[in-house]
């Protein structure tokens, strides 16, 4: 499903170059449940927008789904990120303005799908997650764990192959968090590839896999040597 | 991403700020409707003139003595005043064929009074043809007889203001007037009509040319007042004019002739030159929405950064974003040109219910023109926002 070689990616900071991702060799199974956990700064996020496509490393290989992703132009990149990559942020990132329908329905509007479809895809998902109740409510009426299981909602209403959550219980309460985490876990065992970025050890421990970095580079990775993928690495 | 869908996501983006859409709004429909009532106006004005050329009478030309046209030559050092355009003259025009009717006219000023009440009047002295040729309409009895120009009858006929000055609403028909030192009978009474040329043909007093010659003692015609037969002999008739003058004159050409057509040519040029440069002061007020429309969507693209970050990380590409936001330019001056056609045209329509005499009328171009160019605005100033949107770094935009 992925395969990183090589990865580096620094950014100018003033006078200083600060080196966010050294080396990094990764390769993810389709339907992993993976964390990747590490202090603030040690390059977590930056992996993570590299594996969404929303950035490119200065060198090194990126595989998704079999695709060379640095071959790609900036249209074939949003093209991938629309069909195959689900998010979802600390921040939730809703429409103020938009209901719980519009903003899961959003993904679809952008991708030009039809209105009867959509309507129908909207209602099975917001049902799926137990906010049908709450399509017509805009997301300042919403409690926390109801607005990010909307954007969960948003992020998978596409059916992409792989999600990638950046913090997704940091602004959450326990409670609100832990039902966050059950309803990505849950999209997980129907085959979803779950990536969680997270400094909380709670969450990660929940993970099947984890992945340890610090200064950009991966420290530790229980998971590694097993599984198919690694095998296939030519 | 639909089209249909991108305005919807797009109107639902202006709704909710609504009072910034409602101020660009308002700039467009300012600008749309300046150049809307301005250019009114302006054809309004010209409208005006033409008309009034138009009510002197028609396929006219206007002969007067002297030369006034400049030719380029040093003016004559001898010479001094031209000769005089007699009566003789003006019958010997009617040899030409292209000349369907004419009228001497003298042009004087005598105070006019029937008993008790007096009035300084201008006089016209002329013949019968003077009311074709000039458009006149008589409300009551005749107008001068035809007959013999160089002999002169006393009576007049009085214009319609003259009448109710003089007479009040007590009948004027066959009364007597003192016209100066002389006394004329009326015999007719003009139709009430609007200003004409600066001379209000309701207050003047019309009588036989030859009579108005001897009450103010000169030999002269003030002008010659001619009728083509169509609007095709017009320039025949004006070369025949200045032929037959210039062989009773001596050979030399001492008259100036005036076509009527040549004057409305002339004013109407004039007119629309003045239009155009007034809507393209409007126009101006146009482009200052753009600017507007500018300002407030860069504002807008900075408040909405985590949502483009957004859009982008859920698979739109630069350009779809660019068309998210030229959308919205393109609702607001869209908008803004529908709402101001609409207030340009009741301002219009206001303005002709203030001043109903004015031909005030919205000519299409303007109309049109003033819509395309609000939308041409609106996208081009659109543009730069619409850009710096579609090409934010999304990691930025969404930290």
Redesign the interface.
């Given at each position: 499903m992925i395969r990183l070689e090589e990865i580096e990616r620094s950014f100018r900071v003033g006078d200083e170059w600060v080196h966010a991702l050294r080396h990094i060799d990764l390769a993810v199974d389709e339907g992993e449940y993976l964390a990747i956990m590490g202090p603030s700064g040690s390059g977590k996020s930056t992996l993570l927008?590299i594996l969404?496509l929303?950035?490119r490393p200065d060198s090194g290989r990126y595989w998704l789904g079999g695709i060379d992703t640095l071959s790609l132009s900036?249209?074939q990149r949003?093209?991938?990120?629309?069909?195959l990559i689900g998010?979802v942020?600390q921040?939730f990132?809703l429409?103020?303005?938009?209901s719980a329908y519009e903003n899961v329905e959003?993904?679809m509007?952008?991708?030009?799908v039809r209105p009867a479809e959509r309507r129908e895809r909207v209602q099975r998902i917001l049902r799926d997650l137990g906010l049908s109740d709450r399509a017509r409510h805009r997301p300042d009426q919403l409690s926390g764990g109801q607005r990010q299981r909307v954007a969960i909602a948003?992020a998978t209403v596409?059916a992409p192959r792989l999600l990638l959550a950046d913090e997704p219980t940091g602004n959450l309460d326990k409670a609100a968090g832990d039902e966050v985490m059950h309803t990505l876990e849950r999209l997980n065992r129907g085959g979803l590839t779950l990536l969680v970025v997270t400094h909380d050890p709670d969450i990660g421990d929940r993970a099947r896999r984890r992945i340890r970095m610090r200064d950009g580079a991966i420290v530790a990775d229980d998971g590694s040597g097993s599984g198919p993928c690694t095998s296939a690495t030519p | 991403?639909?089209i249909g869908?991108t305005l919807r996501?797009s109107g639902?983006?202006l709704?909710?700020g609504r009072t910034r859409t409602w101020l660009m709004l308002l700039a467009m429909a300012i600008g749309v409707g300046s150049v809307v009532v301005l250019t009114a106006l302006g054809e309004g004005a010209r409208r005006y003139v033409t008309d009034q050329f138009a009510a002197i009478g028609s396929h006219l030309l206007i002969v007067l003595p002297g030369r006034v046209e400049t030719t380029g030559t040093a003016p004559p050092l001898v010479g001094g005043t031209p000769r005089d355009l007699t009566l003789a003259d003006a019958q010997a025009l009617r040899r030409s064929s292209h000349i369907r009717l004419l009228a001497p006219l003298v042009v004087g000023s005598a105070p006019v009074s029937h008993r008790q009440l007096e009035r300084e009047t201008l006089i016209l002295g002329s013949t019968a043809e003077l009311e074709p040729v000039r458009n006149l309409h008589l409300a009551r009895g005749r107008f001068l007889p035809a007959g013999d120009p160089e002999r002169g009858a006393a009576v007049t006929v009085i214009g319609a203001r003259l009448k109710k000055a003089l007479f009040g609403n007590r009948r004027a028909l066959g009364r007597w007037l003192r016209i100066g030192d002389r006394r004329f009978r009326v015999i007719g009474v003009l139709q009430p009509m609007g200003e004409s040329l600066g001379a209000n043909i309701s207050e003047v007093a019309i009588i036989p040319v030859a009579s108005a010659q001897s009450l103010f003692n000169t030999h002269g015609l003030f002008r010659i007042l001619v009728q083509a037969r169509d609007s095709d002999s017009i320039p025949q008739a004006r070369r025949d004019i200045v032929d037959i003058i210039r062989q009773r004159h001596d050979g030399e050409e001492d008259i100036t002739v005036i076509t009527q057509d040549a004057l409305l040519d002339t004013f109407d040029r004039i007119f629309r030159a003045l239009t155009y440069t007034v809507s393209g002061i409007a126009a101006i007020s146009l482009s200052v929405a753009g600017i507007l429309i500018m300002n407030v969507m860069l504002v807008s693209v900075s408040r909405r950064t985590?949502?483009i970050?957004?859009?982008?990380?859920?698979?739109?590409?630069?350009?779809?974003i660019l068309g998210l936001f030229l959308a919205e330019a393109g609702i607001l001056s869209a908008g803004g040109a529908v709402l101001g056609g609409l207030v340009g045209l009741a301002g219009v329509g206001l303005l002709d219910w203030l001043f109903p005499d004015f031909p005030l009328a919205v000519p299409a171009w303007s109309l049109t023109g003033a819509v395309i160019l609000a939308l041409a605005m609106g996208i081009l100033f659109g543009l730069i926002p619409a850009r710096r949107a579609a090409r934010l770094d999304?990691?930025q935009a969404?930290r």
């Amino acid at each position: 499903m992925i395969r990183l070689e090589e990865i580096e990616r620094s950014f100018r900071v003033g006078d200083e170059w600060v080196h966010a991702l050294r080396h990094i060799d990764l390769a993810v199974d389709e339907g992993e449940y993976l964390a990747i956990m590490g202090p603030s700064g040690s390059g977590k996020s930056t992996l993570l927008h590299i594996l969404g496509l929303l950035d490119r490393p200065d060198s090194g290989r990126y595989w998704l789904g079999g695709i060379d992703t640095l071959s790609l132009s900036e249209e074939q990149r949003a093209d991938a990120r629309r069909r195959l990559i689900g998010f979802v942020f600390q921040t939730f990132h809703l429409i103020p303005r938009l209901s719980a329908y519009e903003n899961v329905e959003l993904p679809m509007l952008l991708a030009g799908v039809r209105p009867a479809e959509r309507r129908e895809r909207v209602q099975r998902i917001l049902r799926d997650l137990g906010l049908s109740d709450r399509a017509r409510h805009r997301p300042d009426q919403l409690s926390g764990g109801q607005r990010q299981r909307v954007a969960i909602a948003r992020a998978t209403v596409m059916a992409p192959r792989l999600l990638l959550a950046d913090e997704p219980t940091g602004n959450l309460d326990k409670a609100a968090g832990d039902e966050v985490m059950h309803t990505l876990e849950r999209l997980n065992r129907g085959g979803l590839t779950l990536l969680v970025v997270t400094h909380d050890p709670d969450i990660g421990d929940r993970a099947r896999r984890r992945i340890r970095m610090r200064d950009g580079a991966i420290v530790a990775d229980d998971g590694s040597g097993s599984g198919p993928c690694t095998s296939a690495t030519p | 991403m639909h089209i249909g869908d991108t305005l919807r996501f797009s109107g639902h983006a202006l709704r909710s700020g609504r009072t910034r859409t409602w101020l660009m709004l308002l700039a467009m429909a300012i600008g749309v409707g300046s150049v809307v009532v301005l250019t009114a106006l302006g054809e309004g004005a010209r409208r005006y003139v033409t008309d009034q050329f138009a009510a002197i009478g028609s396929h006219l030309l206007i002969v007067l003595p002297g030369r006034v046209e400049t030719t380029g030559t040093a003016p004559p050092l001898v010479g001094g005043t031209p000769r005089d355009l007699t009566l003789a003259d003006a019958q010997a025009l009617r040899r030409s064929s292209h000349i369907r009717l004419l009228a001497p006219l003298v042009v004087g000023s005598a105070p006019v009074s029937h008993r008790q009440l007096e009035r300084e009047t201008l006089i016209l002295g002329s013949t019968a043809e003077l009311e074709p040729v000039r458009n006149l309409h008589l409300a009551r009895g005749r107008f001068l007889p035809a007959g013999d120009p160089e002999r002169g009858a006393a009576v007049t006929v009085i214009g319609a203001r003259l009448k109710k000055a003089l007479f009040g609403n007590r009948r004027a028909l066959g009364r007597w007037l003192r016209i100066g030192d002389r006394r004329f009978r009326v015999i007719g009474v003009l139709q009430p009509m609007g200003e004409s040329l600066g001379a209000n043909i309701s207050e003047v007093a019309i009588i036989p040319v030859a009579s108005a010659q001897s009450l103010f003692n000169t030999h002269g015609l003030f002008r010659i007042l001619v009728q083509a037969r169509d609007s095709d002999s017009i320039p025949q008739a004006r070369r025949d004019i200045v032929d037959i003058i210039r062989q009773r004159h001596d050979g030399e050409e001492d008259i100036t002739v005036i076509t009527q057509d040549a004057l409305l040519d002339t004013f109407d040029r004039i007119f629309r030159a003045l239009t155009y440069t007034v809507s393209g002061i409007a126009a101006i007020s146009l482009s200052v929405a753009g600017i507007l429309i500018m300002n407030v969507m860069l504002v807008s693209v900075s408040r909405r950064t985590a949502e483009i970050g957004l859009l982008k990380a859920l698979g739109s590409p630069q350009r779809e974003i660019l068309g998210l936001f030229l959308a919205e330019a393109g609702i607001l001056s869209a908008g803004g040109a529908v709402l101001g056609g609409l207030v340009g045209l009741a301002g219009v329509g206001l303005l002709d219910w203030l001043f109903p005499d004015f031909p005030l009328a919205v000519p299409a171009w303007s109309l049109t023109g003033a819509v395309i160019l609000a939308l041409a605005m609106g996208i081009l100033f659109g543009l730069i926002p619409a850009r710096r949107a579609a090409r934010l770094d999304p990691v930025q935009a969404l930290r």
